[in-house]
T-cell receptor
């Protein structure tokens, strides 16, 4: 597709439920990033893939958060035993270039709004 | 520790006026400074970006001013229009390593007629 596609757009989970959020990056993009955006805040880095390798997961808030990109394209962010503090918009971005070189910046998807009740 | 500090938190500008948003950073290794625009329900979209080898970059009504010694950069929106009403984020990263963008907390701009 022409852009970064994320699904679902909205997810309501009961506290304690596991959720999986999907990201389809732009075809051929090397780098893929997950960010968490709390209401009224800027995006905060969660994790980064270069192709299928997860090079940085320092932003994942706890071991309940897990991300994968097994074939270097589609990525899934999984949150186990969701808590209310996990409620946020989860943004995925992809970039043609390696992280930091950012010649053309990141292209973000529209995000998945997760609400934990 | 917040790596990129953005101000103001919100801004109201008359149509046709100039909108100015400021950011400051601490890490002198940062060498890429983009600005993103975000509309409700959408992801951030790249607006304009600058590298520290220039002090200013202009694209249409949008200008980034960069002050390396002060570790500050700003976004100026000339002739602001109601369609510019959105949240703006500054960001920074370093190209010397695999470091992702770090974002400011955002500025909510409202342009009123």
């Amino acid at each position: 597709g022409a852009g970064v596609s994320q699904s679902p757009r909205y997810k309501v989970a009961k506290r304690g439920q596991d959720v999986a959020l999907r990201c389809d990056p732009i075809s051929g993009h090397v780098s893929l990033f997950w960010y968490q955006q709390a209401l009224g805040q800027g995006p905060e880095f969660l994790t980064y893939f270069q192709n299928e390798a997860q090079l940085d997961k320092s932003g994942l808030p706890s071991d309940r958060f897990f991300a994968e990109r097994p074939e270097g394209s589609v990525s899934t962010l999984k949150i186990q035993r969701t808590q209310q503090e996990d409620s946020a918009v989860y943004l995925c971005a992809s970039s043609l270039e390696f992280a930091g070189t950012g010649g053309y910046g990141y292209t973000f998807g529209s995000g998945t709004r997760l609400t934990v009740v | 520790q917040q790596q990129v500090k953005q101000s103001p938190q919100s801004l109201i500008v008359q149509k046709g006026g100039i909108s100015i948003i400021n950011c400051a950073y601490e890490n002198t290794a940062f060498d890429y400074f983009p600005w993103y625009q975000q509309f409700p329900g959408k992801g951030p979209a790249l607006l304009i970006a600058i590298r520290p080898d220039v002090s200013e970059k202009k694209e249409g009504r949008f200008t980034i001013s960069f002050n390396k010694s002060a570790k500050q950069f700003s976004l100026h929106i000339m002739d602001s229009q109601p369609g510019d009403s959105a949240t703006y984020f500054c960001a920074a990263s370093m190209s010397s390593g695999n470091t992702p963008l770090v974002f400011g907390k955002g500025t909510r701009l409202s342009v009123i007629a």
